[in-house]
């Protein structure tokens, strides 16, 4: 069993910066896949980076290549979500999610979710 919990949303200007965390309990965490996601206001929930356990294997939707970066340190059991050049467009609740097995990058393979943390960016 592992549950998640977000921090680190806010208010941002656009081109400004923010990270995610999200702290997992749970004796397993570091066996487990993480991924990140959001959802805007209207729209679906859509998949944003992942990472495999050990940190090895790392995903990224194309919208933010270049500008986020997933990560984790499993002796915290935390992960993060490193977000530069944040656009008005990347404004939506942002939840963490895990898996047992390989990374995956949609959201039904995953069992656990946080509870999500707002990141609005103005223009």
């Known amino acids: 069993q592992v549950q998640l919990v977000e921090s680190g949303g806010g208010l941002v200007q656009a081109g400004g910066s923010l990270r995610l965390s999200c702290a997992a309990s749970?004796?397993?965490?570091?066996?487990?896949?993480m991924g990140w996601f959001r959802q805007a206001p209207g729209k679906e929930r859509e998949f944003v980076a992942a990472?495999?356990?050990?940190?090895?294997?790392?995903k990224y939707a194309d919208f933010v290549k270049g500008r986020f970066t997933i990560s984790r340190d499993n002796a915290k059991k935390t992960g993060y979500l490193q977000m530069n050049s944040l656009k008005p467009e990347d404004t939506a609740v942002y939840y963490c999610?895990?898996?047992?097995?390989?990374?995956?990058?949609?959201?039904?393979?995953?069992?656990?979710w946080g509870q999500g943390t707002q990141v609005t960016v103005s223009s």
């Open positions: 990472i495999s356990w050990d940190g090895g294997t790392t």
């Open positions: 999610s895990a898996r047992r097995g390989v990374v995956a990058t949609t959201s039904a393979p995953y069992n656990y």
């Open positions: 749970g004796r397993t965490f570091s066996t487990y896949a």
